[in-house]
Antibody, heavy 120, light 110 residues
Framework: QVQLQQSGPGLVRPSQTLSLTCAIS??????????WNWIRQSPSRGLEWLGR?????????DYVVSVKGRISIKPDTSKNQFSLQLNSVTPEDTAVYYC??????????WGQGTLVTVSS | NFMLTQPLSVSESPGKTVTISCTRS????????VQWYQQRPGSAPTTVIY?????PSGVPDRFSGSIDSSSNSASLTISGLKTEDEADYYC?????????FGGGTKLTVL
């Protein structure tokens, strides 16, 4: 059974960096048949996919255009986890953030969600 | 780039059948698989349909998915509605290497 456990602060100041971590159990971040994703959800934006990291002979990343340039998703093989960093946040980045595994074309396991509020 | 458009809400009575649509704005709906997720309040989404019409183990046979090229849309059909089916439902597909979600449909079973 795969489990994803999220951690990170729930409050971030405007212009600062949002940082979250997703610890994986029951699978490997280096799996070559899965991809590790970050998704956020807010009343104004609904569900929004932010990006993913995956391994296929080397590491790859894909990011949604709307946050490209501000986002970084990185694997940590030593701790079997992956992280999200979103720079220069504004109140528009306030949302519930989820990590999720993409496997056989679907997001089959999700983290518990983290409400991140951007406010001074 | 394309968008997936869903109705904001649908409602139906217990025991009846409801269909939720998901219309792709450009490009063929058949080009990329469509998934459907159910989300109850306070919980993360869970998959009810993947690859257009496949069901993960544990999802009741009352749930089915299909695509219709003539309307360029995917549909989630739930038959024999139960009060426990009341939730938000989201469709999702792929745009090149990106994932795209529909805006979500609130299903009320009354």
């Amino acid at each position: 059974q795969v489990q994803l456990q999220q951690s990170g602060p729930g409050l971030v100041r405007p212009s600062q960096t949002l940082s979250l971590t997703c610890a994986i159990s029951g699978d490997s971040v280096s799996s070559n048949i899965a991809a590790w994703n970050w998704i956020r959800q807010s009343p104004s934006r609904g569900l929004e996919w932010l990006g993913r990291t995956y391994y296929s002979s080397k590491w790859y990343n894909d990011y949604v255009v709307s946050v490209k340039g501000r986002i970084s998703i990185k694997p940590d093989t030593s701790k079997n986890q992956f992280s999200l960093q979103l720079n220069s946040v504004t109140p528009e980045d306030t949302a519930v953030y989820y990590c999720a595994r993409l496997f056989v074309g679907r997001l089959d396991y999700w983290g518990q969600g983290t409400l991140v509020t951007v406010s001074s | 780039n394309f968008m997936l458009t869903q109705p904001l809400s649908v409602s139906e009575s217990p025991g009846k059948t409801v269909t939720i649509s998901c219309t792709r704005s450009s490009g063929s709906i058949a080009t990329n698989y469509v998934q459907w997720y159910q989300q109850r309040p306070g919980s993360a989404p869970t998959t009810v349909i993947y690859e257009d019409n496949q069901k993960p183990s544990g999802v009741p046979d009352r749930f089915s998915g299909s695509i219709d090229s003539s309307s360029n849309s995917a549909s989630l059909t739930i038959s024999g509605l139960k009060t426990e089916d009341e939730a938000d439902y989201y469709c999702q597909s792929f745009d090149s290497n990106n994932l795209v979600f529909g805006g979500g449909t609130k299903l009320t079973v009354l």
